[in-house]
């Protein structure tokens, strides 16, 4: 447990312990971490790898053309702007360690922040605006961002969801002071309690176990990849990551 207190918290690991605490102790305490390709992963991860090509200037590779262009044609690339694709930021301020990895920022008067989803769904503004990814997101870079850009204020920052299977429906959230402070408090609070958990108990929503990998484990049942594919799940590029420590 004390390598705990040396961890950088992404959000699938604060999503993982909020869905059920004993499935973050088997992947983060325990290492039993199952890395696994589903055709959704993989799809993703083509597609962000072309995307971040693109943004480099380099020729993507021809094998998701559709998807690309929809998404280039949304984000243009403009003069006197800097595109930086996936971005990683480890931020410590000695009471919480992040670890945030951008699909792409866009610096200019403001830190524009760009995820790209391939979601079967549509993507939807009311669970983005509370979701874990947009609050961490928006505030490590409120907390950390003066290095890539030296005066910025919470309220030059945002981030768009794109996906391209919708791309008449992007997701824009814009940060604000009020948030930042909130969004602070709530995840130190969720770090301070992680850190303190001596139980980490399963989860009293059996539901979930169904689409967990540590089903087998925990209720004896068979665990398969078209389970973990099944509906609701989302599962997709983002939540493919390393263990930071
Ligand atoms: S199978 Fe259920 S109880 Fe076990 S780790 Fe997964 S979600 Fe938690």
Redesign the pocket.
Known sequence: MEDLKEMYFSQTALKTYL??P??FR?RYIDGLYWKYESEGIRRGSEFHLDMKRHYLGLAPSGANKDMVSQAVNFLPIEDGKQYLPEYTIKYNDNTVKLTVRYDLLVIGDNIEIYDWKTQKSKLSASKLKTDMQTRLYLYTMAAAGKKIKQDIRPSDISITYFDPSHPSSPVRIDYDPSRFEKDGIYISGLISRILTDGEFA??ED?K??AY?E??R???GRPVSIESINGLGTGLSWDDVEEISF
Do not use: E
């Open positions: 869905d059920c004993y499935k088997n399963p989860t059996r979930k176990c967990c540590y089903n484990l925990c209720n």
